[in-house]
């Protein structure tokens, strides 16, 4: 995979994640989802050449949409979300066209960019946190492994602030390149080791991971917010991947195990 030429507007974030302001809570902007998507979709488009494919049509996410919706999911802000971020434009051209089946497809260096049916099923697992749904959107949220960035466009609108995390420059570089055009101000990317959190901006009200590991990394337990939900692939107890749902209280953790999923793994390091 080669990095994208870079159309990073002024202003959005350059460097591995150096907070000016740690732990800083902004007051949220109202959220405008439908007219930050459709500029965003129109910027992201300049970004990329139009394949051609009618994949710039709504009606192909509404129809990706309305199966999730069969196979059982039921939060809104998911669907909705879904409807309109552009996953097409943060595949290879050569693979947008299957951007809106429900596979998983790779983006480079041996990772994937998920089904759309499993980031549906942990989006909608973080909204059923205690803060999530007092609050009714996911607050402040850690994502280790940003990949090509799209669930990271997801979170930016689910969530009031958005720290995504990955370990290979490349890829790092390239959600730089993807997410240019998305609300600059609530998603900060970081050119980091994930297994370590992000304290700067801890608590999280949401934590979802994209790779998985033997066990939960002990700091993202520790920079989950009481209220909080951590959702992450983890090896189960038959060996195979689980997802993992963590929630915390005042009094500590709360664990449960969900369905089977394939996860690339998480590893330790950066490059
Ligand atoms: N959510 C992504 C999917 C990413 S695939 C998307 O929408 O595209 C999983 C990613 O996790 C890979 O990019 C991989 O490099 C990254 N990863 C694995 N271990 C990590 C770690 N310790 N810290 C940060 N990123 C990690």
Redesign the pocket.
């Known amino acids: 995979m080669k990095p994208r030429a870079s159309r990073r507007p002024p202003g959005f974030p350059a460097g591995a994640g150096t907070s000016s302001a740690p732990g800083a809570a902004r007051p949220a902007a109202p959220l405008r989802p439908q007219r930050l998507l459709d500029s965003a979709a129109r910027d992201a488009a300049r970004l990329k050449a139009p394949t051609g494919l009618g994949l710039d049509s709504g009606a192909v996410r509404q129809r990706m949409v309305d199966r999730l919706r069969q196979e059982g999911i039921t939060c809104n802000p998911v669907f909705e979300v879904m409807a309109q971020v552009p996953r097409h434009l943060?595949v290879d051209t050569a693979l947008a066209g299957q951007a809106y089946e429900d596979t998983s497809l790779p983006?480079g260096?041996g990772?994937?960019?998920?089904k759309p049916s499993v980031?549906a099923r942990m989006l909608e697992l973080l909204f059923q946190g205690a803060n999530a749904r007092r609050q009714q959107h996911l607050g402040q949220v850690l994502?280790?492994?940003?990949?090509?960035?799209?669930?990271?466009?997801l979170l930016a609108q689910l969530g009031r602030r958005v720290v995504?995390?990955?370990?290979?420059a490349a890829?790092f570089e390239r959600?730089q390149t993807n997410l240019a055009a998305w609300r600059q101000d609530r998603v900060r990317l970081v050119h980091?080791?994930?297994?370590?959190g992000h304290p700067p901006l801890a608590p999280y009200d949401s934590i979802i991971?994209?790779?998985g590991?033997a066990e939960i990394p002990s700091a993202w337990l520790e920079q989950l917010a009481i209220g909080g939900r951590l959702v992450a692939p983890t090896q189960g107890g038959s060996g195979g991947q689980v997802l993992v749902v963590v929630d915390r209280h005042s009094a500590g953790w709360s664990r449960s195990h969900h369905e089977s999923v394939h996860?690339?793994?998480?590893?330790?390091?950066?490059t």
């Open positions: 943060f983006i260096l990772q994937t960019i998920s980031v994502e280790i492994g940003t990949g090509c960035g799209y669930q990271a466009a995504s995390v990955e370990r290979l890829l959600a980091g080791d994930g297994m370590l991971a994209a790779a590991g996860f690339v793994p998480l590893k330790s390091g950066v």
